[in-house]
């Protein structure tokens, strides 16, 4: 019933940027919160970043003042800009958002993206 699109990963030198984004369609009612994780080979799955609906944001210690965690509620959709990277950011960046679905009830949901593969490497 919600369907996302992750889109913005790619290969990028050291110091530079990418900007991942993360659409979310189909019958939703709210989106509570809006994540960003990443997984790199042999280790577990991180948080990066999240922002709820009231613009509280968090992000990892090792990202804090390089990253940029956004979102736009009218088109249900979470930004990551991630300047200065370092080949430690390398992974697989996952988004996940958690909401009420705009049907009978309001149920809950939580989903998780497909991942984009971001490579820091000279």
């Known amino acids: 019933q919600v369907q996302f699109v992750e889109s913005g990963g790619g290969l990028v030198q050291p110091g530079g940027s990418l900007r991942l984004s993360c659409a979310a369609s189909g019958s939703i009612f709210s989106i509570l919160y809006m994540g960003w994780y990443r997984q790199a080979p042999g280790n577990q799955r991180e948080l990066v970043a999240g922002?709820?609906?009231?613009?509280?944001?968090n992000y990892a210690v090792a990202v804090k003042g390089r990253f940029i965690i956004s979102r736009d509620n009218a088109k249900n959709t979470s930004y990551l800009q991630m300047n200065s990277l370092k080949p430690e950011d390398t992974a697989v960046y996952y988004c996940?958002?958690?909401?009420?679905?705009?049907?009978?009830?309001?149920?809950?949901?939580?989903?998780w993206g497909q991942g984009t593969q971001v490579t820091v490497s000279s």
């Open positions: 922002i709820t609906n009231g613009g509280i944001v």
């Open positions: 996940t958002m958690k909401g009420n679905l705009a049907t009978k009830g309001r149920p809950e949901f939580i989903t």
